[in-house]
């Protein structure tokens, strides 16, 4: 089996064939760091995670490289605002996207470049596009010349002649062409800036992609990826840079995830309906966001709004009380010999189904399909009356291997203190002498408590709601 990937560029799946056997070089484009991260940052950061983990599941050694933007007019505006140096409101941001993709179950990239720690390969990169033509100097700004790059639109499908200005470029005189870009950006009064050989400044926005990504990943990198909405301009240049320096393949897959609506409609602050993920998570478990982010095809739109998300709660509580009813089974059974090889064959059958999802354009939608599954034929096998520890083991490591690639954890729930193992052991000897009131009184009790009670063949088993 091997593992198919959408190419943008060509717009249709391909077998995925890296430039070195069993190494993947990908780059993630990484968030402007002014503020904490919405759900929109949200989506890409456990896409692509999942991509990587899966990578990493079939063999691969996986060089991840995610960047921060950590100066631009954004930062500097929020500078400005608070009166606070750029440095200080990007480092406070930077440590806030990491507190919330860890808890999202996003791991850390192999490296987190930032611009104004690259601003010296930054200029350089610049320099050799100059000094090759492809960019021009003008009142002490930088700019790419698009027209000289004959491969300019391919990314987006799109004729240069075709083309209007796009996101963050900005059209002035200083221009030879207004589908020209900015590469450096002379500085204005008051501006944090470097000293360059066009004058004090700052880098524009794509080159530091450009810049990064060659430093960090070499000339030609296997995987780049982000968002649908950077598709043009921000990657469109990023190739138009990178290629016409190098005159290599600057990336030989390119992945972008679907956009996000809140309720049918666009997210957008002017509607209200901007929703950060600091925020989700105070209420929710993150876990139950990224699920809800798989439970989609990560290059069709998402929905999202509350009941959704409470409906992938409801689905994800379901799959963990497999497994917690099989790690429940397993304590109170016995070694047994029959280890039943339809149950086991059952389980392989399921893992290579799993696989063949995920290698469909890492379709996490159809390998949770699997978990699904996966978690039907436990609870099928629960009601057997003589079950076999090798068997349970076998479902057991399966959810956890499946949980793993997805990022998804099965932890151990929290011991409960004295007063409430106490309560549920009364209520549990209440049911044995049927005094069923006794018994609802202390169900509701714990129910105050947020422990929710479920009776199960195995016994009385709880979980906070």
């Known amino acids: 089996m091997s593992i198919q990937i959408y190419n943008t560029l ?38 692509f995670d999942t991509v990587r983990r899966y990578l990493e599941y079939r063999g691969y ?69 100059i000094q090759k033509g ?20 391919k990314l987006s499908h799109q004729s240069i002649d075709e083309l209007k200005v796009g996101a963050r470029i900005e059209v002035g005189n200083k221009k030879e062409d207004s589908l020209d870009f900015v590469l450096w950006k002379a500085a204005k009064e008051g501006e944090i800036s470097w000293g360059s050989p066009w004058g004090e400044g700052r880098p524009g926005w794509h080159i530091e992609c450009s810049a990064m990504a060659k430093k960090y990943l070499g000339e030609t990198i296997d995987i780049h990826a982000g968002g649908q909405d950077l598709t043009f301009p921000h990657h469109e240049n990023e190739i138009a840079q990178s290629e016409a320096l190098t005159g290599q393949t600057f990336a030989r897959y390119w992945m972008h995830n679907g956009y996000i609506n809140i309720d049918n409609e666009k997210m957008s602050k002017s509607l209200g309906n901007f929703v950060l993920v600091h925020d989700i998570i ?64 059952e389980i392989v059958s399921l893992k290579e189904q799993f696989i063949e999802a995920m290698d469909d354009d890492f379709n996490t939608a159809n390998g949770i399909s699997i978990l699904f599954e996966l978690s039907k034929h436990a609870n099928y096998y629960l009601m057997e009356k003589n079950t076999s520890v ?67 063949p195995q016994g009385t088993r709880w979980k906070r709601g």
């Not at 492809?134 to 639109?153: L, M, N, P």
């Not at 409801?314 to 109170?332: M, Q, V, W």
């Not at 049911?431 to 422990?451: G, Q, V, Y």
């Open 134 to 153: 492809h960019a021009y100097e003008s009142q002490g700004d930088v700019y790419y010349r698009t027209r000289s790059f004959d491969g300019y639109g």
């Open 390 to 456: 090798k068997v349970i083991d076998a479902f057991m490591k399966q959810f956890e291997e499946f949980f793993t690639v997805l990022g998804l954890t099965l932890e151990e729930q929290e011991l409960l203190d004295e007063d409430i193992e106490d309560l549920i052991n009364q209520r549990i000897q209440a049911r044995k002498d049927r005094d069923f009131k006794r018994a609802d009184e202390i169900r509701d009790e714990l129910k105050s408590l947020n422990i929710i009670l479920e009776d199960t």
């Open 282 to 345: 105070k209420e929710q478990d993150p876990q139950v966001l990224r699920f809800f982010m798989l439970s989609v095809h990560y290059r069709h739109p998402i929905n999202y709004n509350l009941e959704l998300l409470e409906n992938s709660k409801a689905a994800l509580d379901r799959i963990k009380t497999s497994y917690e009813n099989l790690k429940h089974r397993k304590e109170l059974s016995a070694e047994l010999t029959d280890h039943n090889e339809k149950w086991l064959s």
């Open 61 to 129: 050694d996986v060089n991840f490289i995610s960047n921060f933007t950590d100066v631009d007019d954004k930062l500097i505006k929020a500078a400005n605002e608070l009166g606070e140096e750029v440095p200080t409101i990007a480092k406070r941001f930077i440590n806030a996207y990491f507190e919330d993709t860890e808890a999202l179950g996003c791991k850390r990239a192999t490296a987190h470049p930032t611009v104004t720690e690259n601003i010296d390969t930054i200029i350089e990169f610049i320099q050799a596009l």
């Open 10 to 47: 060509t717009r249709k799946k391909e077998v995925f064939k890296p430039l070195e056997e069993g190494k993947v070089k990908m780059y993630v484009c990484g968030p402007t760091v002014y503020n904490f991260i919405h759900i929109g940052n949200a989506r890409p950061a456990i896409v």
